[in-house]
């Protein structure tokens, strides 16, 4: 059980400029910030890229054409019908069925990806939490021991927060 500070701001300005002190101080990747909706100020001070999410969609796209193409090839090699004297193989054919497994596969595969990266279901409870923080305000959580605990509680209480309060998060 680690311990952290709490700080509850009343304008975005602040939170940006307190998630980005923060981070330049190196406490990367022990920030939890909450906005009352999606903030894509928010989302760069805190170094989020692009989703990986598109990564899981591609791979998924592809494989379900590899599949739609392998099922029905398979499938005709498998049991022959040759009429009029037509390939066996055709692949112009396969080309519908190919699309529709690739759509299935892809929209599998992104809702995998999103349940994967999210980590969702969460199971282990939440950290320090304020229902202020879907009401309106921001809230930016930092993580630390000892002596960086007093560092990040500085460093936040430079940007003039409403309220700050000590917690403890369940690691």
């Not at 498998?78 to 080309?95: S, T």
């Amino acid at each position: 059980m680690s311990q952290g500070v709490l700080a509850s701001y009343e304008f975005l300005d602040s939170t940006v400029d307190a998630i980005e002190k923060l981070r330049k101080a190196g406490f990367d990747g022990q920030i939890t910030a909450y906005s009352p909706y999606p903030e894509h100020h928010i989302e760069h001070a805190l170094g989020y890229g692009q989703s990986p999410v598109r990564v899981w969609t591609l791979v998924g796209g592809l494989s379900g054409t590899a599949a739609g193409f392998g099922f029905t090839i398979f499938t005709s090699v498998d049991w022959p019908l040759v009429v009029g004297g037509k390939p066996i193989v055709g692949i112009p054919a396969y080309v519908p069925i190919a699309f529709e497994m690739t759509v299935l596969f892809g929209a599998l595969a992104t809702v995998i990806g999103l349940f994967i990266l999210s980590k969702i279901p969460n199971v282990k409870p939440s950290v320090v939490y304020d229902p202020e923080f879907s009401a309106g305000r921001y809230g930016v959580f930092v993580e630390a021991e000892g002596s960086r605990l007093q560092e990040a509680r500085r460093i936040m209480e430079a940007e003039e927060p409403i309220e700050m309060r000590e917690g403890a998060a369940d690691a």
